[in-house]
């Protein structure tokens, strides 16, 4: 069965204190792994798109990897503007998969 | 621009009623989606549109209806509400490009809150 799963459900950490965020998928045909940020209350917001194993993209505090079964969203010294809910999705056909999302607090 | 807007933002039905969501986009994307929000469940797809006049079924299609007259909106019908449809509910639209030319990431709308009693 297609799938998407992301760990941890949720994250606290101190401001500064770098993590990595994990989505696993088991899908046929990738043709990209997207990453999006969630602000309660609101809709989604993009942040990136992985479309090979090996491939890696920045922004600010945020980089983002891709291999064969999973992706990781690693925050380098997040600070509290950071905390939001951290979806990814797995392209595949004409599906988009979502996982549940992490929900990360940076504490002050 | 506006980007994906979406009304109304809130409603509250009775089970039985029907209403419809509608969706707007002013980047002439070729593609709309709406999903469901469901708390622990992410978002889901229920049906999607790859163009003007075409509609797909995503993964909970049941109990719902769309309609892409014009390639800028994208409406949601429920035909007779039930409580299983208390949900968020999103639009979103892209360009959905082949490789090389990447751009088929999804810009979605503030959502909307139903609740049905």
């Known amino acids: 069965e297609d799938q998407v799963t992301q760990s941890p459900e949720a994250l606290r950490l101190q401001e500064g204190e770098s993590s990595s965020l994990n989505c696993s998928y088991t899908?046929?045909?990738?043709?990209?792994l997207f990453w999006y940020r969630q602000d309660p209350g609101k809709g989604p917001e993009f942040l990136f798109t992985l479309y090979s194993a090996g491939e890696e993209k920045e922004k600010e505090r945020l980089k983002a990897t891709l291999t064969k079964k999973e992706s990781f969203l690693h925050i380098t010294a997040p600070k509290p503007e950071d905390s939001a809910t951290y979806l990814c999705?797995?392209?595949?056909?004409?599906?988009?998969?979502f996982g549940p999302g992490t929900r990360l607090s940076v504490l002050p | 621009n506006a980007g994906v807007t979406q009304t109304p933002k809130f409603r509250v039905l009775k089970t039985g009623q029907s209403m419809t969501l509608l969706c707007a986009q002013d980047?002439?994307?070729?593609?709309m989606y709406w999903y469901r929000q469901d708390p622990g469940m992410g978002l889901r797809l229920i049906h999607y549109?790859?163009?003007?006049?075409?509609?797909a079924k995503g993964e909970v299609p049941d109990g719902y209806n769309v309609s892409r007259l014009k390639k800028q909106n994208f409406l949601l019908g429920l035909e007779s509400a039930a409580p299983s449809q208390t949900s968020v509910y999103f639009c979103a639209s892209s360009y959905l490009a082949s490789k090389p030319t990447l751009r088929d990431e999804q810009y979605f709308g503030p959502g909307t809150r139903l609740t049905v009693t």
């Open positions: 899908v046929s045909g990738l043709r990209g």
């Open positions: 549109s790859v163009g003007e006049g075409t509609t």
């Open positions: 980047m002439n994307h070729e593609y």
């Open positions: 999705a797995a392209y595949y056909g004409q599906n988009f998969v």
